[in-house]
């Protein structure tokens, strides 16, 4: 085959030498047909650039042309110069008259990314050579060359761009069959879908051309000279007659050129009737799945931020040459005209291909309004006033096109009839067809026909307010009242999310009239209005749930998120922070909580930078970045600590948790970037190093008379080299554990032995005086973000063995709200040395709620010590199961109170005896004085428990009786057998039943069934359990008609691990007796077949699976066997088929 002999000068010519001048001139002559606005810049090497192309962005971003060969260095050359030169763009075009391979072009683009630049696009040689074949000026005047280019190009004439040289995404397949095939082909596919690029890159391959002309005479010219394989004709359903001429042509000449054509599915069956083509020959181009769709977006030339692409993917619905058009846009001009301008908008109605005298944008737009659900074809036919069958005329049309679709969002159940709900997509068609029917143009439809849709026939308000916010967008009369109308009747979080993102005037209203919903629009609402966003946050984290600290309530995350994904460099970072800060003192000084400030004030003044974002893809991976800020921002951080520590200096309520906190991203910067290397990040060692001696320094003179605050400020200023003086109490210090020990363990012994001095040095003086001392250590610590509970607990254990008398000391202890454990020796010697007052101590335990666990106790140890003391304690078990599992394990409570425990009606309380009865040494050994009331306890407060499953073990009528008990729970129990469950206590006990006994659990079973005691799914649970494998006991079951329900129960499969069906012999047999019993080959299948089951991965590749192993029985013996196969097998391919078309519907339009 021969090129366009054109088009082969062309390329001869550019591979000539070139005056770069001239070139320079003529590649901004070409390239203006992509960008509108570019100007050429005499003498623009000494700026860094040859052209400027202006965008509405700031000032123009540059071109560069080169004819070089080494196209790289003169790119290095002028980006250099450019930033020299104090330009701001960050995005470039180059462009070259040379050739330049895959390689070349990604060193290209690297070389820009090292500078910080974005390529937006590349134009080598053969797409320069592509454009002078349609400029006959460029080619006289550049190359010398006149004469019309031939009706026959490896280039189609198409309005989208087209990228050369670049890889063909998700069409491997397609490709590959049009190489294979023989003779005529057609592809068909939705506008947008691929077909003019797949055929492109054959062309490119010198598979074929494309028709560029109508003309007869010339295409049978080119024909004849060039000989191609195979010629294209492009959207051949507008061009039926060309292929009828070009048939006849072949006919004629006696060629041999294969004709593949192009067309939308609505013209597939006129075109294949034209070309004779059998439905073998023709391939439906499918969307791509949206993990491909942004391939496709980053191939050309956008490969950020995520949201955009996201945006680009959400819009594209699967068609790729809708994405590469987004893209374009994008890189071409200002984002808020690409999303909200004329130019998208058209892009997007010629989806829809309207024809001029019909209703068809206002058919659409009225399903539009419905957003994802949609509306019903008869609701909108009613609406609009039109016949039914006109309506369904024009949906069957542009179903073809790709933009309506039978909406899996609305179920039949949801609708007011059986009727299935069409919606429109992708989102932002929706949203211009809706503006310009409603709310533009000379003649708009009249409100009461929105009105109708909206609040009458749509599915779903909130869907309905999205849809409005996107027309909003594109502006017009009374749009914000409606929007604001649906957003308070939607009453959805979501809603108002969505609403407050639009922009600062939106999260105002909301944060205004909605404050409540401040968690839910917190973030969106941050990035508008953000002072007023952090002032509901900390009010909201006054009540928030805490979950490890007070830095870690929800609403304080929600604003870490924001200012640590403010970008280092951007002077976003800084911007968050001073924000933050400022809003924490304002809410300080107007009364607001002080931790809660303290915590925002300290995210203010961290280094850290994190974001996380989502790939704009399938959105099933995150990628986290997480590091520091720039050196020149961790500096100015300085200036935020003193303000902070100076609007808290003097004051002594608040702790210091917060500051230690973010003290340690300071000290220990590693734990923010693991990779900070002392040469490779001095600069940002050196400015981390200077801030953190500052503040350490300021914080230790803050610190002054704290001795808790000052000890862990001690680890910091011997970390940061500070120079800081730090007054430690020594007493303070043994009740506040070291933090950077190596030697913990010769650390605890010598505190443990200095308590013990301090104990022996205290034990004289007054109770009350010792208790507020310690309690005055406790909070100090407790404010140092410090946990000294157990050093409290060591010290008062050794004080309790030195006093004289323990009773004053319970009296302190419980007055000033210490701990109960802190108070249990003193109490417990007490009573051991039978000192007077003690029974007053533990009736005083029983009244205050946070000693009662000690009255408790020491009744359950020793009920007869005080008459009074033990039914008080003895009431309120229920709140304490724990100690009594706790007392019975270690064998501490009597046997009639053991007795007792056992009997006990609160299930908690009786399994909790009974569990620590079992626990007891000798382990696994009931005493026989409360065996009985063991069993009792086992029997009455049936629950899955170890122990109960080990005492089966050795019980077999433990363990029947408990599966009897079990039987007749009542009906609504949580607890119930499961027959997939192999380890659970039902399976346990039905383990060591012997033969009869199943058969005996069978009987008691169908007497129940008689009864209807249990639900249906209940009893066929049991069936199962109790049948198990036994074919005896599976006849027994067939026989009894009082379980007709679960005669079919014990063939149930559930999935293996592995996800199979496991169809074994004993299933086949259970089947043979079913069939035998007069049940059919489907009835067998449905009792088969899983009804509940739960996988990863692929839902239609488990029931591929299961369609395998039902296949596996088509070669069975049995007729019966076979004819269940047979059922199984079509159900589970017509199953997996229906989940391939989800699944694919949902990776091409995400997930609703």
């Known amino acids: 085959m021969q090129r366009d002999p054109l088009f082969v000068q062309i390329k001869d010519g550019l591979n000539r030498r070139l005056d770069p001048e001239s070139f320079e001139k003529c590649a901004v002559g070409l390239l203006r047909a992509d960008y509108p606005r570019l100007v050429p810049v005499s003498g623009g090497n000494d700026s860094g650039f040859d052209g400027a192309i202006a965008d509405n962005e700031g000032e123009a971003f540059p071109l560069i042309v080169t004819t070089a060969k080494q196209g790289i260095r003169n790119l290095t050359r002028n980006l250099k110069r450019y930033k020299e030169q104090g330009g701001t763009r960050k995005k470039a075009v180059f462009a070259t008259s040379r050739k330049l391979t895959a390689r070349k072009r990604e060193n290209l683009c690297e070389r820009a990314r090292q500078f910080g630049f974005t390529l937006v696009q590349i134009y080598d040689q053969e797409a320069i050579a592509n454009l002078l074949y349609d400029s006959p000026c460029w080619c006289k005047e550049l190359l010398g060359l006149s004469g019309s280019p031939s009706a026959l190009s490896h280039v189609p004439k198409t309005s989208r761009p087209l990228i050369p040289n670049q890889?063909?995404?998700?069409?491997?397949?397609?490709?590959?069959?049009?190489?294979?095939?023989?003779?005529?082909?057609?592809?068909?596919?939705?506008?947008?879908?691929?077909?003019?690029?797949?055929?492109?890159?054959?062309?490119?391959?010198?598979?074929?051309?494309?028709?560029?002309?109508?003309?007869?005479?010339?295409?049978?010219?080119?024909?004849?000279?060039?000989?191609?394989?195979?010629?294209?004709?492009?959207?051949?359903?507008?061009?039926?007659?060309?292929?009828?001429?070009?048939?006849?042509?072949?006919?004629?000449?006696?060629?041999?050129?294969?004709?593949?054509?192009?067309?939308?599915?609505?013209?597939?069956?006129?075109?294949?009737?034209?070309?004779?083509?059998?439905?073998?020959?023709?391939?439906?181009?499918?969307?791509?799945?949206?993990?491909?769709?942004?391939?496709?977006?980053?191939?050309?030339?956008?490969?950020?931020?995520?949201?955009?692409?996201?945006?680009?993917?959400?819009?594209?619905?699967?068609?790729?040459?809708?994405?590469?058009?987004?893209?374009?846009?994008?890189?071409?001009?200002?984002?808020?005209?690409?999303?909200?301008?004329?130019?998208?908008?058209?892009?997007?109605?010629?989806?829809?291909?309207?024809?001029?005298?019909?209703?068809?944008?206002?058919?659409?737009?009225?399903?539009?309004?419905?957003?994802?659900?949609?509306?019903?074809?008869?609701?909108v036919a009613e609406v609009l006033d039109l016949p039914l069958l006109q309506v369904k005329k024009t949906l069957t049309r542009l179903a073809t096109g790709g933009v309506i679709v039978d909406s899996p969002h609305t179920r039949p159940h949801h609708s007011y009839s059986n009727e299935r709900a069409i919606a429109v997509q992708p989102a932002i068609l929706r949203h211009a067809l809706v503006h310009n029917v409603f709310f533009s143009g000379p003649a708009p439809l009249p409100k009461q026909i929105l009105d109708e849709l909206i609040y009458d026939r749509a599915h779903s308000i909130p869907d309905v307010a999205e849809t409005i916010m996107g027309v909003s967008e594109y502006g017009g009369d009374g749009l914000e009242t409606l929007v604001q109308d649906l957003v308070e009747r939607a009453e959805d979080a979501v809603t108002f999310r969505r609403y407050a993102s639009i922009g600062r005037r939106q999260a105002l209203w909301v944060l205004k009239r909605y404050p409540e919903t401040i968690l839910a629009v917190g973030e969106s609402a941050l990035w508008s209005a953000p002072v007023e966003a952090i002032h509901l946050l900390l009010k909201a984290a006054v009540t928030a749930p805490r979950f490890l600290h007070r830095g870690d309530l929800e609403p304080l995350r929600l604003i870490e998120r924001w200012t640590f994904s403010g970008k280092p460099g951007t002077g976003e970072a800084l911007y968050r922070r001073h924000i933050v800060l400022e809003s924490a003192i304002r809410w300080l000084k107007n009364g607001g909580d002080i931790d809660i400030a303290m915590s925002a004030s300290c995210i203010a003044v961290s280094p850290a930078y994190e974001a996380t974002a989502f790939d704009p893809g399938a959105g099933n991976t995150f990628t986290t970045t997480s590091g520091l800020l720039t050196p020149d921002e961790i500096s100015q951080l300085k200036s935020l600590w003193d303000k902070f520590l100076g609007t808290i200096a003097g004051r002594d309520d608040f702790s210091w948790a917060p500051i230690f906190r973010v003290l340690d991203c300071w000290a220990y910067p590693r734990t923010v970037l693991p990779s900070l290397n002392e040469e490779k990040h001095a600069k940002t060692c050196q400015a981390i190093g200077e801030v953190a001696i500052a503040?350490?320094?300021?914080?230790?003179?803050?610190?002054?008379?704290?001795?808790?605050?000052?000890?862990?400020?001690?680890?910091?200023?011997?970390?940061?080299?500070?120079?800081?003086?730090?007054?430690?109490?020594?007493?303070?210090?043994?009740?506040?554990?070291?933090?950077?020990?190596?030697?913990?363990?010769?650390?605890?012994r010598k505190r443990d032995r200095k308590l013990s001095e301090l104990a022996s040095k205290w034990h004289m003086r007054p109770p009350e005086q010792v208790v507020a001392e310690v309690n005055a250590i406790a909070q100090e610590a407790l404010q140092a973000g410090i946990t000294s509970h157990s050093w409290m607990i060591s010290f008062y254990e050794k004080l309790s063995r030195l006093v004289e008398n323990p009773v004053p000391w319970c009296w302190s202890l419980i007055h000033q709200n210490v701990h109960a454990e802190c108070v249990a020796p003193f109490l417990q010697r007490a009573v051991a040395d039978s000192i007077q007052g003690w029974p007053e101590v533990t009736l005083a335990c029983l009244e205050k709620r946070?000693?009662?666990?000690?009255?408790?106790?020491?009744?359950?140890?020793?009920?007869?010590?005080?008459?009074?003391?033990?039914?008080?304690?003895?009431?309120?078990?229920?709140?304490?199961?724990?100690?009594?599992?706790?007392?019975?394990?270690?064998?501490?409570?009597?046997?009639?109170?053991?007795?007792?425990?056992?009997?006990?009606?609160?299930?908690?309380?009786?399994?909790?005896?009974?569990?620590?009865?079992?626990?007891?040494?000798?382990?696994?050994?009931?005493?026989?004085?409360?065996?009985?009331?063991?069993?009792?306890?086992?029997?009455r407060h049936g629950t899955n428990e170890w122990f109960i499953e080990e005492a089966f073990k050795v019980d077999f009528d433990l363990a029947r009786s408990w599966l009897l008990a079990r039987m007749k729970d009542n009906p609504s129990t949580y607890l119930l057998p499961h027959p997939h469950k192999t380890d659970d206590t039902f399976n346990v006990a039905m383990?060591?039943?012997?033969?009869?006994?199943?058969?005996?659990?069978?009987?008691?079973?169908?007497?129940?069934?008689?009864?209807?005691?249990?639900?249906?799914?209940?009893?066929?649970?049991?069936?199962?359990?109790?049948?198990?494998?036994?074919?005896?006991?599976?006849?027994?079951?067939?026989?009894?008609?009082?379980?007709?329900?679960?005669?079919?129960?014990?063939?149930?499969?559930?999935?293996?691990?592995?996800?199979?069906?496991?169809?074994?012999?004993?299933?086949?047999?259970?089947?043979?007796?079913?069939?035998?019993?007069?049940?059919?080959?489907?009835?067998?299948?449905?009792?088969?077949?899983?009804?509940?089951?739960s996988s990863s991965g692929s839902e239609s590749a488990l029931y591929a699976v299961w369609s395998d192993d039902f296949e596996k029985l088509l070669s069975h013996e049995e007729h019966v066997i076979r004819q269940v196969g047979q059922l199984g097998n079509q159900w589970a391919i017509r199953t997996r088929d229906r989940l391939v078309e989800e699944e694919r519907f949902e990776a091409v339009y995400g997930r609703s």
């Open 167 to 379: 890889q063909l995404i998700g069409r491997d397949v397609e490709f590959n069959w049009l190489l294979r095939t023989e003779g005529d082909k057609l592809i068909v596919g939705q506008p947008g879908s691929g077909k003019t690029y797949i055929l492109y890159q054959l062309a490119a391959q010198d598979h074929g051309l494309f028709v560029v002309s109508e003309e007869l005479t010339a295409i049978a010219n080119a024909i004849r000279k060039q000989r191609p394989q195979a010629v294209f004709v492009d959207d051949a359903g507008d061009k039926l007659n060309l292929i009828v001429d070009l048939v006849h042509l072949r006919r004629t000449t006696d060629s041999e050129f294969s004709i593949v054509a192009t067309c939308w599915p609505s013209d597939k069956d006129s075109v294949a009737q034209k070309l004779d083509l059998e439905d073998a020959k023709s391939r439906h181009l499918h969307p791509l799945i949206r993990d491909q769709i942004v391939e496709v977006v980053k191939q050309g030339g956008l490969e950020g931020p995520n949201e955009l692409v996201r945006f680009i993917v959400d819009q594209a619905v699967g068609l790729p040459g809708l994405a590469i058009t987004f893209a374009r846009l994008c890189l071409e001009g200002p984002l808020d005209e690409v999303v909200r301008g004329g130019t998208l908008k058209r892009e997007l109605l010629q989806l829809i291909k309207p024809e001029p005298t019909d209703n068809t944008e206002a058919i659409l737009a009225a399903f539009s309004i419905g957003g994802k659900p949609g509306i019903e074809m008869s609701a």
């Open 695 to 748: 503040v350490v320094e300021a914080l230790a003179r803050l610190a002054q008379g704290k001795s808790a605050v000052s000890q862990r400020l001690s680890d910091y200023i011997e970390v940061t080299g500070a120079e800081a003086n730090c007054q430690i109490n020594e007493i303070m210090s043994l009740f506040c554990p070291d933090t950077g020990r190596k030697d913990w363990k010769a650390s605890a």
């Open 850 to 939: 946070g000693f009662q666990g000690l009255a408790v106790r020491l009744a359950l140890n020793k009920p007869d010590l005080e008459p009074r003391l033990f039914p008080g304690a003895f009431a309120l078990v229920v709140h304490f199961p724990n100690d009594v599992e706790d007392l019975c394990r270690r064998g501490l409570v009597p046997l009639n109170v053991l007795r007792l425990l056992l009997e006990h009606e609160d299930h908690n309380v009786a399994i909790g005896a009974a569990r620590g009865e079992w626990s007891s040494e000798p382990h696994g050994r009931v005493r026989e004085s409360v065996s009985e009331a063991w069993r009792l306890a086992v029997l």
């Open 991 to 1093: 383990r060591v039943q012997n033969a009869n006994s199943r058969a005996l659990l069978l009987s008691k079973l169908a007497e129940l069934a008689s009864q209807q005691y249990h639900y249906i799914h209940t009893s066929q649970g049991w069936a199962t359990l109790i049948v198990g494998d036994s074919l005896e006991l599976q006849c027994q079951l067939l026989k009894d008609d009082r379980l007709e329900d679960c005669h079919l129960a014990p063939l149930r499969r559930y999935p293996s691990n592995e996800n199979h069906i496991d169809l074994d012999a004993t299933w086949e047999q259970f089947a043979l007796l079913a069939f035998e019993s007069d049940y059919t080959a489907e009835q067998i299948f449905l009792a088969t077949h899983p009804k509940q089951y």
